[in-house]
């Protein structure tokens, strides 16, 4: 099955510097992604939902890259303040499946030093 | 837009007991969804549902039972309660199909004493 291993598990940054979190998976039917935050005490937000044929998304304040010839998928906060300090999770859906599964890396916690 | 809402926040047990989380959503969503969270480790599913009375097991399922009264709600029991089983318990729903978002509940705590 899919696997999804997501890097690093702990990240600390300086206010104004950026963030790289990355997911890697196994499955070549992967096809919709995303990106969740959750900040202390709170439940998952989606930050963004990306699908296969789009390999550069820009939110507020982040970008997220896929490459699916590598199958990496990463999330990039350009310039990070102290409300980004929160633990990020990446997710995977596979086109093919009928199992309502996602598969989800194991969380980066980030810590965005003011 | 909607929410989902989990009771109660906290559940406090001790070990051998049965003890049951619920959750509530107002998306009108078909698919229900349990997973445990634990640190360093990431989302587990337990339980899915695709409607009303239907269950699916997760790769967690053991040791847990789940029951899908109505298309809005979905609850969790935790059969044996066991110290190694403290976590944080996340309720989701999504639209059906595969490329449909996941939303959360803000979880439930379980501890076990």
């Known amino acids: 099955g899919e696997q999804v291993e997501q890097r690093p598990p702990h990240l600390s940054v300086r206010e104004g510097d950026s963030a790289v979190i990355t997911c890697t998976y196994t499955?070549?039917?992967?096809?919709?992604f995303f990106w969740y935050k959750q900040e202390p005490g709170a439940s998952l937000q989606l930050l963004m939902k990306v699908f296969s044929s789009t390999e550069i998304n820009e939110g507020q304040g982040f970008t997220v890259l896929l490459n699916k010839k590598d199958k990496r998928l990463s999330l990039n906060l350009t310039a990070a303040h102290p409300g980004d300090s929160a633990a990020y999770f990446c997710?995977?859906?596979?086109?093919?499946?009928?199992?309502?599964?996602?598969?989800f890396g194991k969380g980066t916690s980030l810590t965005v030093i003011p | 837009g909607g929410i989902i809402t989990q009771t109660p926040k906290f559940l406090i047990g001790q070990e051998g007991q049965k003890l049951t989380l619920k959750c509530q959503q107002n998306f009108n969503h078909d698919t229900m969804y349990w997973y445990r969270q634990d640190s360093g480790k990431g989302l587990r599913l337990i339980y899915y549902s695709i409607t009303e009375n239907d269950l699916q097991k997760g790769d967690l399922s053991e040791g847990y039972d789940a029951s899908r009264e109505k298309k809005s709600s979905f609850s969790l029991t935790v059969t044996s309660a066991q110290k190694n089983e403290m976590a944080v318990f996340l309720c989701a729903s999504s639209r059906t199909g595969v490329g449909n978002t996941l939303y959360f509940g803000e979880g439930s705590r379980l501890i076990v004493v």
């Open positions: 997710a995977v859906r596979i086109s093919n499946t009928g199992y309502q599964n996602f598969y």
């Open positions: 499955d070549p039917n992967s096809y919709y």
